[in-house]
């Protein structure tokens, strides 16, 4: 189906021309000495205490920049990020966890975090996996490398790396990654600039060795409209465009080629509390990111299931449906934020699994419909009517329930209501997903790594943990 535009094609060009304006006039608070001397040898130049990236460059970048990078799971399996598939993974680093059975909340621990990758490598609809919790029993400057080491051996999925804070994190993280048989081009590694148009010193030097090392870079801005950006959502856009492209233009300029997947994670502020706000807007704003980032050619990475609600209510299901149907819809080619609710602060296993219902119905809406001689039925439409037989005894009924016609539910209610009132104890959506949760607990068994490659993980993650020890002094 052709995808949904909420910008005019004049729309996109004139947001295109901004973003080169403020790069080129505005300029980034951008202090790191040695990226510094690498971006001004290249064109780049400081006006006003700020540095400015002329236009030519900018777009030289991201003709250099590989657009269709693929990311592996250790058992071979990989997504083509870009190459016309809808792909979905979860939140990553969430702080809470939500019980749905008792309805209460509390701190994640590591055994959480490590039973949310089970339950997400065993959904079938969650294709790619990055580390969901972020335990507080972890020093932060370990947290990242602890993150990733712990999800490895609890999937076989596709992983996306963990946010970096420090530079010496990714060649430990690229360590890990080779142990399981990924590659560095075929590893994400993500970091954000800090709104608005901030560069610090340790994600400048990080963005140096994520380009030497060759991973494929996903750089996060997080903008918040009304805060850190424009209340306007096409002028908070411009802001974080920018604020992707620049360390994407160091980046090619170190290692021409390697692999970028354009993302963006603008919030708005929802003024009556300060947090980040999770109607309708937000999926607006992903939408306007897909179509921003596919001018550029870029295969691009958006929210998607996001909600401010703080439990399994209407809210949450009609926010997170929004917030993934519009960007879906725009053509997007990967959908964040599986299990996440509080708008990334708090996950749940059922949320998980609730979420990888809906996902199948969001795969479902985006492929359309057809109106092929087989679709349109004419030959059975007629056998019926001439009666040979009704359309359940069709064998072209049976067929299409096959092929996907429908997208048949299992957790949602469609029985009637005495069957549901009487024989089902009137259970909900949220009944089942907890109830299968469990059941993937028990149940599901990730293939393990070999022992040897435990012992090399924990050889890396020590050495990383010297290494920081050295650096924070």
Request: hydrophobic fraction near 40%; aromatic fraction near 6%.
């Amino acid at each position: 189906m052709e995808k949904l535009k909420f910008l005019s094609d004049e729309d996109v060009m004139a947001m295109h021309e901004a973003t080169l304006h403020i790069m080129s006039e505005v300029g980034f608070v951008w202090n790191h000495k040695e990226s510094l001397d690498i971006l001004l040898g290249a064109g780049c130049s400081i006006k006003n205490g700020r540095l400015c990236f002329p236009a030519d460059l900018v777009m030289s970048s991201i003709a250099k920049a590989n657009k269709r990078p693929v990311i592996r799971g250790r058992n071979g399996d990989a997504n083509e990020i870009g190459g016309g598939n809808l792909y979905f993974h979860n939140l990553g680093g969430a702080r809470d966890i939500f019980d749905a059975k008792t309805t209460s909340r509390r701190p994640a621990t590591d055994e959480d975090a490590n039973d949310a990758i089970r339950i997400l490598d065993a959904l079938e609809n969650c294709h790619t996996i990055t580390p969901f919790y972020t335990p507080p029993n972890v020093t932060n400057e370990m947290m990242s490398l602890h993150m990733f080491r712990n999800t490895l051996p609890f999937t076989i999925k596709p992983v996306q790396g963990p946010g970096i804070q420090y530079p010496h994190e990714i060649k430990f993280a690229v360590e890990m990654a080779n142990v399981v048989g990924i590659k560095a081009q075929e590893l994400t590694l993500s970091l954000s600039p800090v709104s608005p148009l901030t560069m610090h010193d340790v994600a400048a030097a990080a963005i140096i060795e994520m380009a030497k090392a060759g991973v494929i870079n996903t750089n996060l801005p997080a903008p918040t409209g009304g805060a850190t950006s424009p209340m306007t959502m096409t002028g908070s856009l411009v802001q974080q465009n920018a604020e992707t492209l620049a360390p994407l233009v160091l980046a090619q300029i170190i290692n021409p080629g390697c692999g970028v997947i354009y993302c963006g994670r603008l919030g708005m502020l929802e003024p009556r509390t300060g947090l980040i706000w999770s109607g309708v807007e937000l999926g607006l704003s992903s939408a306007a990111t897909v179509q921003l980032g596919h001018y550029y050619g870029f295969a691009v990475n958006v929210y998607g299931f996001s909600t401010n609600a703080h439990t399994l209510d209407a809210q949450n299901a009609f926010e997170r449906g929004l917030n993934a149907t519009i960007p879906a819809l725009a053509g997007a080619d990967e959908l964040s934020g599986v299990g996440e609710m509080e708008a990334g602060v708090m996950g749940s296993h059922a949320q998980m699994v609730l979420d990888n219902e809906l996902v199948g119905s969001v795969m479902r809406l985006r492929t359309g419909l057809s109106a092929d001689a087989e679709h349109l039925a004419l030959e059975v439409i007629g056998n019926v009517m001439n009666g040979t037989r009704n359309y359940l005894g069709q064998k072209h009924t049976l067929k299409h329930i096959r092929a996907g016609e429908l997208t048949l539910t299992k957790l949602a209610e469609r029985n009637s209501w005495e069957t549901w009132d009487e024989k089902l104890g009137r259970k909900q959506m949220a009944d089942y997903a907890i109830d299968k949760a469990e059941k993937l607990l028990k149940e599901h068994q990730v293939a393990p790594l070999e022992p040897q490659q435990e012992q090399e993980l924990d050889r890396i993650f020590d050495a990383a943990a010297r290494e920081t020890a050295k650096v924070k002094k």
